[in-house]
């Protein structure tokens, strides 16, 4: 399977659009009167001012300080590209963020601080100490990252955390725990080698002595060789605290015998022959990036029984610091702590290793293609996990509490688990299920409006995704052209053009079309016509004679007119099991609105039929369907005519015995709103439904774009679903990043 890839242009266009930059502010309260601006601000906002003054703690009750992080640096290590500077480490700050609120629902803020002053630095981040509920320090050099942590955790009241020592340190314990426990060995007895005397390093050694590793087991290596009692050579007062009573001078000399290896150095940092030297069962934790110490494949050439970690997405065992702080902050923000402690960082780590020890849900493995399960290839739990969420930051919650630091603590912890369970957002998790399997599946893809550029940007950015094949519909100057004019001219070695011009199936093609078409009035000329200058045509003969996967369209023409020119080639009217459903994603709900696309004016067969396809599509999702059939009438009342067939439609699926839960009609906030729906105890329905079966195309069309223009939904699709093969057709207002995802839909067959 390719990996995928992305270019400079990938990178910068990713960065700018649809907005520059990577997140942005959205009010949590209505503003829309003048009442909501006098109690948002003055006079009203007065009131909390006056609470806060007068007991602090409030401030965590009326304010967002208790789900809000600073991501701060002064650029002066940024990545593995070094000091930039303050402006320039703004996107990986911006990055820090989006991945706090993905993994952790943590607001945040970054804050780039344009000083190598650590006295400056440390000015700065007190005096915004009360805006905080923690700060996460960032990309700063050693050794002013440690003066300055050692600083702010002595002069603030809230947790100050550097995630580039802390955050590799926690994750580096959680997969030792677990590899010790394979190995059948004990922290206070093996032997380990530390490559890499920078801040993750000292860190990763101070954590795992803190876990019960004696001192003179543990081995500190940097560039000159082993940090021994009485080296002066690049020495400081941080190297110095791990300085061993030892003989050994080099790498080399070190790691014969060596239990565990941990490497935060550089690329062949360690040799075959060190792993061949090491004891029974080596755990080797190489998290040099992008290139590690020794890859696993070296590693296992010397030595199967080896226990191999990177930091590598690529390889097993990645060592991610995402699976640390978001919940380690996620727990110390939730019960308003003074610090994120040792305890706590330990807490974090014995919480990810318990869950790897578990059987994974089906949903992680369909992520990433293959089945986990507890052992030398899966040590550490993946980033996607969805249990990551509410299985760790309690732990880390719990050792908070119990060593002093929480100003308010958690009483019912049950009440809390389940809290942390309805947090995130579960669209991302169904994309990357998606994506996941249109990259197992490696399609071919057939774009058919290669003329135009959110289309070749599509297809290359499927390509380069290592989803599968693209091939664009068009002509080869025109499309090189394009590409070129996009700044996209390394591409054009990338994708394969077809047309009816250099084509050998062009005769077969037009055959089979005029078997379908001689009676509905086309004539040979008509084919000719319609198989060689169609587009939209030739790709859907393509795809019949399986010289494509899929097939995506849509971006230059009508939905309508896109599917009278299919029906050429397909059956995909609306009593040929054709149905349109859209995904609609929106503030962390999912719901699917049919019929979108192919039936006008469905009766209550064609109702139960679209239901029937909803929820098909649902489960594709990885979602349980519970299909709702709405009117402006709920059970029955108001009376109407136009109602009625809702009601017929529920009752046609009573007959067909269908294994998915229905009900209906109702209203739409009777369908989504538990609340609202409590009202009807007898209804059939166990939650809020997710497939929203409307009264006609219309209306279907109506509350997609409402919501999309209005609320700001995201909207993928219609997904056109009953067909032999996948086709998708995508809006004319498409962008080239929803291009794509109809492609991903076309290619894993969702329909």
């Known amino acids: 399977m390719p990996k995928p890839r992305f270019t400079r242009e990938d990178a910068l266009t990713f960065h700018m659009e649809p907005s520059p930059g990577k997140w942005e502010v959205q009010a949590t309260v209505p503003m829309s009167t003048q009442r909501d601006l006098s109690l948002a601000y003055s006079p009203g906002v007065a009131i909390p001012c006056e609470e806060i003054a007068a007991n602090p703690e409030t401030a965590y009750d009326y304010t967002n300080k208790g789900n809000l992080v600073a991501v701060i640096s002064n650029g002066t290590a940024v990545l593995g590209l070094g000091n930039l500077g303050a402006l320039a480490s703004k996107p990986v700050m911006e990055g820090k963020s989006v991945l706090f609120k993905r993994f952790a629902d943590i607001n945040s803020i970054d804050i780039e601080?344009?000083?190598?002053?650590?006295?400056?630095f440390c000015n700065a981040v007190r005096l915004m100490g009360p805006s905080f509920g923690g700060v996460n320090l960032e990309d700063i050099k050693a050794p002013e990252c440690f003066i300055i942590e050692q600083r702010l955790?002595?002069?603030?009241?809230?947790?100050?955390?550097?995630?580039?020592?802390?955050?590799?340190?926690?994750?580096?314990a959680a997969g030792l725990i677990n590899a010790l426990h394979i190995s059948g060995k004990k922290i206070e007895d093996v032997r380990i080698v530390l490559n890499g005397a920078g801040a993750a390093g000292i860190a990763c050694l101070e954590l795992l002595k803190f876990m019960g590793a004696r001192h003179d087991n543990c081995i500190m290596c940097d560039t000159k060789g082993v940090i021994y009692q009485g080296r002066t050579e690049g020495m400081n007062q941080w190297k110095s605290a791990h300085a061993a009573r030892t003989d050994l001078r080099t790498l080399e000399e070190a790691m014969d015998g060596a239990d565990v290896f941990l490497g935060v150095s550089a690329k062949g940092a360690v040799t075959a022959g060190m792993v061949a030297s090491m004891a029974r069962d080596p755990v080797i934790?190489?998290?040099?990036?992008?290139?590690?110490?020794?890859?696993?494949?070296?590693?296992h050439a010397v030595r199967e029984d080896a226990i191999v970690a990177t930091g590598r997405s690529d390889y097993p065992n990645q060592v991610n610091n995402v699976l640390g702080f978001p919940y380690l902050f996620r727990g110390a923000l939730d019960i308003h702590a003074r610090a994120i402690n040792d305890a706590m960082k330990i807490a974090c780590a014995e919480a990810l290793a318990e869950l790897a020890r578990e059987d994974v849900p089906d949903e992680v493995a369909v992520a990433y293609g293959r089945k986990l399960a507890f052992g030398r290839d899966y040590i550490i739990p993946t980033p996607f996990d969805p249990r990551l969420i509410h299985r760790v930051p309690p732990f880390v919650a719990k050792a908070g509490m119990a060593t002093g630091v929480a100003r308010r603590p958690i009483i019912d912890m049950d009440a809390y688990e389940q809290s942390l369970k309805i947090r995130m957002d579960p669209t991302a998790a169904v994309l990357r299920g998606i994506n996941a399997r249109a990259r197992a599946a490696q399609s071919t893809i057939v774009f058919a409006e290669g003329d135009d550029t959110r289309v070749l940007r599509a297809a290359v950015g499927y390509q380069r995704a290592g989803m599968?094949?693209?091939?664009?519909?068009?002509?080869?100057?025109?499309?090189?052209?394009?590409?070129?004019?996009?700044?996209?001219?390394?591409?054009?070695?990338?994708l394969e053009v077809v047309n009816a011009a250099n084509t050998e199936h062009l005769e077969t093609y037009k055959a089979f079309l005029y078997e379908r078409?001689?009676?509905?009035?086309?004539?040979?000329?008509?084919?000719?016509?319609?198989?060689?200058?169609?587009?939209h045509v030739f790709a859907s003969l393509m795809l019949a004679h399986g010289h494509a996967d899929g097939m995506v369209t849509g971006a230059t023409r009508k939905s309508a007119h896109i599917l009278e020119l299919i029906n050429h080639a397909f059956d995909a009217g609306p009593h040929d099991g054709a149905v349109g459903v859209s995904v609609v994603m929106h503030k962390g709900k999912i719901v699917l609105i049919a019929d979108t696309l192919v039936h006008e004016w469905p009766d209550e067969e064609d109702l139960a039929d679209i239901a029937e396809r909803g929820a098909g599509v649902a489960r594709h999702l990885g979602l349980t369907p519970r299909v709702a059939f709405l009117s402006f009438?709920?059970?029955?009342?108001?009376?109407?005519?136009?109602?009625?067939?809702?009601?017929?439609?529920?009752?046609?699926?009573?007959?067909?015995?269908?294994?998915?839960?229905?009900?209906?009609?109702?209203?739409?906030?009777?369908?989504?709103?538990?609340?609202?729906?409590?009202?009807?105890?007898?209804?059939?329905?166990t939650g809020p439904a997710n497939v929203l079966v409307v009264p006609a195309r219309h209306s279907a069309s109506i509350s997609t774009k409402l919501m999309q223009e209005m609320a700001g939904a995201t909207v993928i699709g219609p997904i056109l679903t009953g067909l032999d093969r996948p086709i998708q057709i995508c809006s004319s207002v498409s962008t080239a990043n929803?291009?794509?995802n109809m492609a991903v839909m076309a290619a894993c067959n969702l329909g």
């Not at 664009?472 to 700044?487: H, Q, T």
């Open 738 to 740: 929803d291009i794509m």
């Open 113 to 120: 601080l344009d000083t190598e002053d650590p006295d400056a």
């Open 517 to 535: 078409n001689q009676r509905k009035g086309f004539d040979h000329q008509d084919i000719h016509r319609l198989a060689a200058r169609d587009r």
């Open 468 to 494: 599968g094949k693209a091939l664009v519909v068009g002509r080869e100057a025109d499309v090189a052209e394009k590409l070129k004019a996009e700044g996209m001219e390394d591409a054009i070695q990338e």
């Open 285 to 299: 934790f190489a998290m040099a990036n992008p290139d590690p110490e020794i890859t696993p494949e070296e590693a």
């Open 633 to 685: 009438s709920t059970f029955g009342y108001p009376v109407s005519e136009r109602a009625a067939k809702m009601q017929a439609a529920a009752t046609v699926l009573d007959k067909r015995g269908v294994d998915f839960e229905y009900e209906g009609e109702m209203t739409v906030d009777v369908a989504l709103n538990p609340a609202v729906m409590a009202n009807y105890p007898f209804s059939r329905l």
């Open 153 to 172: 955790k002595e002069e603030m009241d809230i947790p100050v955390f550097h995630d580039d020592q802390h955050g590799t340190a926690v994750i580096c």
